[in-house]
C-alpha cells in the first residue's frame, strides 16, 4: 500500500502541473507539494518530475 501511495501521488502532482501549463498556474503549486510528499516513497523520478514541471508552471506565468 506505501508503494501505491507514492505512485499515486507522484502521478496526481505530474497531472496537475500539466494542467497548470493551460488552466491556473496555481496548480503548479500544489504540484510542487505533492512532489514532495512523494519524496517519502521510493517513487523519488515521479517526486523529482513532479516537482520540476510544477516550478516551471510557476515561473512561466511572470514571464
Request: glycine share 12%; aromatic share 12%.
Amino acid at each position: 500500500m506505501i508503494k501505491s501511495w507514492g505512485y499515486l501521488t507522484g502521478w496526481l502532482g505530474i497531472i496537475l502541473a500539466a494542467l497548470a501549463f493551460f488552466y491556473e498556474p496555481a496548480l503548479g503549486g500544489v504540484a510542487i507539494m505533492l512532489g514532495l510528499i512523494t519524496f517519502v516513497y521510493p517513487k523519488k523520478m515521479l517526486a523529482s518530475s513532479a516537482v520540476a514541471l510544477g516550478i516551471v508552471a510557476l515561473l512561466l506565468q511572470h514571464i
